[in-house]
């Protein structure tokens, strides 16, 4: 029998935090993924570890209602507080859904997006954390291109929470205005990373090639001068049927991939 939602975000969380990936430690990142019809999600819940993870630190929450609260006025923290609780479908679970809870709401709304990994690898920190943070919209290799998309959103600076939650959609939403599909990537400055998949094993292949490509990138500045693909070549990669073809195979599940 099929894995269940819950069991393949649960070993999406764990692969994400095991230590020899270095994508999260102590309670960092947090994962989502979407259930039945897509009117409730299920999200880590705020203070467990993504390594560690149980079936039953996993919240179920109203997509909609989240959603609202997205669109909505700012909050105060303590109101923040009181929407967390809000969202809960099961009000008796005294589990708190984890602050980002929001802004996995509103991805988990764009075009395809099954499943949201938010982690901070200490090699892309290397570079959200820095002056090159810009250059993570650059390609710097093919299968980059295949994997992770021809470009990422970048979001600036803000408060974890509900700001970051609108930042976050704001990015999304200007990059499929801008390349005609949703993204795949998208890097937080002095923050850390999220994947976006119609899978969870494509949220873990695209994570697993946005950190690879961030140490090519470390590298290359290292060294000396990064050149990257120019658009031309991103777009001859991006629109190759035999890429698009290797890049189901490789996601699995049915071969669904953004
Ligand atoms: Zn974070």
Not at 24 to 49: D, H, P, Y
Not at 90 to 114: K, Q, W, Y
């Amino acid at each position: 029998m099929a894995d269940s939602v819950r069991d393949q975000l649960l070993r999406l969380s764990r692969q994400l935090g095991a230590p020899e990936r270095d994508c999260a430690i102590l309670g960092e990142g947090n994962v989502s993924a979407v259930i039945g019809a897509g009117a409730a999600f299920l999200v880590k819940a705020s203070g467990t570890q993504l390594g560690l993870l149980e079936p039953g630190q996993l919240v179920e929450c109203d997509a909609a209602m989240c959603r609202a609260y997205v669109d909505g006025p700012g909050l105060s923290d303590g109101a923040v507080d009181d929407a967390l609780r809000d969202v809960k479908v099961d009000p008796s679970n005294d589990l708190r859904p984890s602050v980002e809870t929001f802004m996995h709401a509103a991805l988990l709304g764009l075009d395809g997006v099954s499943f949201v990994g938010h982690t901070h690898p200490t090699a892309v920190n290397a570079l959200t954390c820095g002056e090159h943070f810009e250059k993570l919209t650059e390609r710097v290799f093919p299968d980059q291109v295949v994997v992770c998309g021809p470009s990422s959103a970048l979001v600036p600076y803000v408060d974890p929470g509900l700001p970051l939650a609108r930042a976050v959609r704001d990015a999304a939403v200007e990059y499929q205005r801008r390349f005609d599909e949703t993204p795949r990537t998208i890097y937080l400055k002095s923050h850390g990373f999220i994947a976006l998949g119609a899978s969870a094993e494509q949220v873990l292949q695209i994570t697993d090639m946005a950190v690879k490509a961030a140490r090519v990138l470390a590298g290359a500045l290292a060294i000396g001068r990064p050149e990257f693909l120019s658009d031309k070549q991103v777009a001859r990669i991006a629109g190759r049927g035999d890429e698009h073809y290797r890049q189901r195979v490789l996601a699995g599940a049915g071969g669904r991939t953004l």
